[in-house]
């Protein structure tokens, strides 16, 4: 007795820190759901929280996203972690069936072993089972048809997880795998050849995250591209998108709205942070398009909310009487920027008209400001707003200086 006593004493001693590290991995687990935003796309409108449901049009029928509660008989309860897995990477339910492609296990290949074991533990011991039967799409025969899937994954599928660029840093290389992977962002801004495939999976080509027609919205590019792009904000200012929606005059609208809401705002700065630092890599234009944590801010966006929205507004539209507008502003559509590059250098004052009319002056940033930097301002100018104004370089201001 004595023995069994001292066998059991330690552990007794242990099932705390079991108990612990289960609650860890499902709360892991938990914030990885958040990340993958499971809960937009099964649950259905006044519905149980992932019970399935939602019905997704396709150019053939609806389907309905299904239940992935813990739930024996209508859910993923008896779903081993290698049933889990294959769900997640290959689309295959446990009973062998193939999974539609709305289902972004192309991005979900990506996800890593211990990312997967955390989903599964949070799926199965932290989510309420809930019975709801799963419904049949509403897809005619023959193209209800299943096995064609197996086809188009040996096209499409690209089996493999993430694996970091060596050439990269950290922080890089997390963003890179949270928007190729869970948060699965080219499912909705890249662009779809005519099997429904995404056109690239990955920033090896520049297809990816280009932008796409969705429901009839269009989801943005989030490359670089200052027109149609992310190239006007820093990395802040896209984490303040992603976190509220707002940032700078940009706002979300759509289904983004339920992105924000169900997922982006509840992620860590730090994560929304690597995620930003790796979308602004994703840009054609010059390297000064990318801001990186204490290195000099470089980006026209940032440095425009810095020293000119204050008074020229956010939307470039200045206050009549007192500042000028800067979006039509001939100075900034000029076939040379010499004279845009010149006030942003040295500054500038309306004229002294006597007593009784205020002069207005707007100081200059020459002193302040880089070469490099008062080029990436003008060269924002030049492409908001609906400005068309040529590229300056940092020598077109050294010119100038």
């Given at each position: 007795m004595r023995h069994t006593a001292l066998l059991i004493a330690?552990?007794?001693?242990?099932?705390?820190?079991?108990?612990?590290?289960?609650?860890?991995q499902i709360q892991r687990g938990e914030y990885l759901a958040r990340i993958g935003d499971c809960v937009a796309c099964h649950t259905a409108p006044g519905g149980a929280s992932l019970a399935g449901g939602l019905p997704m049009e396709t150019p053939v029928g609806a389907i309905y996203t299904t239940n992935i509660t813990p739930d024996k008989d209508t859910?993923?309860?008896?779903?081993?972690?290698?049933?889990?897995?294959?769900?997640?990477?290959?689309?295959?339910?446990?009973?062998?069936?193939?999974?539609?492609?709305?289902?972004?296990?192309?991005?979900?290949?990506?996800?890593?072993?211990?990312?997967?074991?955390?989903?599964?533990?949070?799926?199965?011991?932290?989510?309420?089972?809930?019975?709801?039967?799963?419904?049949?799409?509403?897809?005619?025969?023959?193209l209800s048809m299943r096995w064609p899937l197996a086809m188009w994954k040996m096209m499409f599928l690209k089996e493999?997880?993430?694996?970091?660029?060596?050439?990269?840093?950290?922080?890089?290389n997390r963003g890179a795998y949270l928007v190729q992977g869970l948060g699965h962002c080219g499912?909705?801004?890249?662009?779809?050849?005519?099997?429904?495939?995404?056109?690239?999976?990955?920033?090896?080509?520049?297809?990816?995250?280009?932008?796409?027609?969705?429901?009839?919205?269009?989801?943005?590019?989030?490359?670089?591209?200052?027109?149609?792009?992310?190239g006007g904000l820093s990395v802040p200012a896209l984490v303040a998108l992603l976190k509220t929606g707002f940032s700078n005059q940009l706002s979300?609208?759509?289904?983004?709205?339920?992105?924000?809401?169900?997922?982006?705002?509840?992620?860590?700065?730090e994560d929304l942070t690597a995620m930003a630092v790796y979308l602004?890599?994703?840009?054609?234009q010059p390297a000064t398009q990318t801001t990186r944590v204490n290195e000099p801010v470089l980006n026209g966006g940032e440095l425009y909310s810095e020293y000119c929205a204050t008074c020229h507004r956010d939307n470039g539209a200045g206050y009549p009487g007192v500042t000028p507008a800067l979006s039509g502003n001939p100075?900034?559509?000029?076939?040379?920027?010499?004279?845009?590059i010149r006030v942003i250098l040295h500054g500038a004052r309306s004229p002294d008209t006597g007593a009784g009319n205020t002069q207005y002056g707007m100081p200059g940033y020459g002193w302040q400001l880089s070469d490099a930097q008062i080029a990436a301002l003008v060269n924002y100018l030049n492409t908001r707003w609906g400005n068309r104004g040529d590229a300056v370089s940092d020598k077109d201001v050294a010119g100038l200086r």
């Open positions: 330690p552990l007794l001693a242990l099932t705390p820190l079991l108990h612990a590290a289960d609650a860890e859910g993923i309860g008896d779903y081993t972690l290698e049933d889990f897995t294959r769900a997640m990477r290959e689309g295959v339910a446990r009973d062998g069936h193939h999974l539609y492609p709305a289902m972004p296990y192309p991005s979900f290949a990506k996800v890593s072993d211990d990312d997967i074991a955390d989903l599964y533990a949070y799926f199965m011991h932290g989510v309420e089972p809930v019975s709801q039967p799963n419904k049949d799409a509403d897809i005619p025969w023959p493999g997880v993430y694996e970091a660029d060596s050439e990269q840093d950290a922080e890089w499912a909705c801004h890249t662009p779809r050849g005519i099997a429904f495939q995404e056109k690239a999976l990955t920033d090896a080509d520049d297809a990816y995250l280009s932008g796409a027609t969705l429901d009839g919205w269009w989801a943005t590019s989030l490359r670089g591209d200052w027109r149609t792009g992310i979300v609208s759509g289904p983004m709205d339920d992105v924000i809401t169900h997922s982006t705002t509840h992620l860590s700065d602004k890599s994703l840009s054609d100075t900034v559509l000029a076939d040379h920027s010499s004279s845009a």
